[in-house]
C-alpha cells in the first residue's frame, strides 16, 4: 500500500489542505519566527504519521542531535514532560506512559542524519534510505542550514539552489517532504506574516507546494498565552500562504501545549 497523502493528524490543517495532506511528490514549508516550535510541530507531524499511518520517515536535524530528537518525539508521543524526570515529580502513571511511548518509538521506521557535506549529499543519503527502507515523509530541519559551497554561491542563490534540489527529490523519490524554514527580521517585529518574509529567498514561494506561515497571537509568545481545560497553551496563528490546487490565505490557530510538546 502506497499512500497518496501523509496527513499531518491535525483536522483543521488537514480540511484546509488540498489533499487532505501533504502529498507525494510535494513540498510543505513550515516557516516561523524562531522558539515558535515549528521543530516541535514537524516532529508531531512525523509521530503521528508514523504510529496512524506506520509510513517509514526521515529527519534531517542540523541544530538537534539523534538523542534530542527521539527525546522531543517521545514528549510529543506520551505527553509527559521530561523536565518531571530532573524535578522528581513524575507520576507512576507518567512512568508507565512514557516506557509505552519508548517502545512504540523503538518500533517505528524512523531515521535520523546530522550531518551532510550539501544538498546533493542530503539528496544521496534520502535517495538511499528510500530505496532501503520505503521512506515516505522527510523533514529538512532546517533549510538555512544545509551547508553549501561559499566559492560557488552567494546565500540567497544557495538557498535557491537548495530549495529546487529539495523540490526535485520529492518529485523524483515521490515522498512528502516538509521543508522548516526562518523567516527574516522584518517578519519577526510586524504583526502578521507575508511571504516576503522568507528568509534568504523568493525561489522557496516557487518551489513549495503548501507554504505554512505560523507565528503567536499579538507577534509575542507571552501573549499568545491561554489556558483550557487541558492546561497552559500558546495560541499559535497559522496561515497557508500557499496552497497549490487549493485554496490559500487560509487562517486557523494551533493550540501548542508546550509542557505536553503537543499541537492540536
Known sequence: YVPNVVKTHIDHLDD????????????????????????????????????KQKLPALIFSFEMPQKQVIKRMLHAISGVNPRLFKSGKVTEVQRDRVRESSKSIEGMNIFTSHSVRDVEDLVIQARALVRKNGVKLIVVDYLQLVPWD?????????????????KQMAIELNVAVILLSQINREGSKGTGLELYHLRDSGDIENDADVIIMM?????????????????EYKNMIYKLAKNREGERDLIGSFKFYNQYGRFY
Open 16 to 51: 484546509k489542505l488540498n489533499e487532505g495532506g501533504i502529498g507525494m511528490g510535494e513540498v510543505c514549508v513550515i516557516a516561523a519566527p524562531t522558539s515558535c516550535g515549528k521543530s516541535q510541530l514537524a516532529l508531531n507531524i512525523v509521530s503521528r504519521s508514523l504510529e
Open 150 to 166: 561559499a566559492k560557488k554561491f552567494g546565500k540567497v542563490s544557495a538557498v535557491s539552489d537548495i530549495s529546487h534540489k529539495i
Open 215 to 231: 507565528y503567536p497571537e499579538s507577534m509575542c509568545m507571552n501573549k499568545a498565552s491561554k489556558r483550557d481545560s487541558i492546561g
